[in-house]
């Protein structure tokens, strides 16, 4: 299975300013059909997660635009423009490219709080 | 508008089995993924497996290949969940999620079944 690693782990941040989460897989996320099928969740304390972003870039309806994702190939960042108190909880990268070869597979999680 | 319904918190003894429903809503059940995601307490999230309802093809983690059986009745828009004998490491929240289409992203996610094992 591919191995998706993040980094950090934990990221506390001052409200108003942006944070950057990275996340790297252990094989090319490349899909035979194009896409890239890396996503980024977030789970707010006690709730399910909740999809961000998908296909690296791609903004979910209803999410904030401060929130963006960039990368291609092995290497991803999600990117936070500016903090708000809202943003605190866990954040997960998740990879649908090896499906139905092999698994999905989720980050460890970045736990994102303020200072 | 998209919504999955799970079923309530159980709480089970070694040994007993237990199956958990999804129910969708909003979209065609029978052209999307249903899969089910593992968060033990404190930790992260693992993919279980998933299912196409429209013709009952299933797909298991190697992870929980043989420990769990998932399946769907697409005439009820329901997807299940289930344990033959649960153990106390299967204590976790299970959530039931849907994949955009024959895309490969999950982009609902239901609100969670949390089940607990304890003699």
């Known amino acids: 299975d591919i191995v998706m690693t993040q980094t950090p782990l934990s990221s506390p941040v001052t409200l108003g300013q942006p944070a950057s989460i990275s996340c790297r897989s252990s094989q090319s996320l490349v899909h035979s059909d194009g896409n890239t099928y890396l996503s980024w969740l977030q789970q707010r304390p006690g709730q399910p997660p909740r999809l961000l972003i998908y296909k690296i870039s791609n903004r979910f309806p209803g999410v904030p635009d401060r929130f963006s994702g960039s990368g291609a190939g092995t290497f991803f960042t999600l990117k936070i423009s500016r903090v708000e108190a809202e943003d605190v909880g866990v954040y997960y990268c998740v990879q649908g490219t090896q499906f139905p070869a092999t698994s999905y597979t989720f980050g460890q999680g970045t736990k994102l709080e303020i200072k | 508008e998209v919504q999955l319904v799970q079923s309530g918190a159980e709480v089970k003894k070694p040994g007993e089995s237990l199956k958990i429903s999804c129910k969708g809503s909003g979209y065609s059940f029978t052209t999307n993924w249903i899969g089910w995601v593992r968060q033990m307490p404190g930790k992260g999230l693992e993919w279980m497996g998933i299912i196409w309802p429209g013709d009952s093809d299933t797909r298991y983690s190697p992870s929980f290949q043989g420990q769990v059986t998932i399946s769907a009745d697409k005439s009820i828009s329901t997807a299940y969940l289930q344990w033959s004998s649960l153990k106390a490491s299967d204590t976790a929240m299970y959530y039931c999620?849907?994949?955009?289409?024959?895309?490969?992203?999950?982009?609902?996610w239901g609100p969670g079944t949390l089940v607990t094992v304890s003699s």
């Open positions: 999620v849907r994949t955009g289409g024959a895309e490969l992203y999950f982009d609902y």
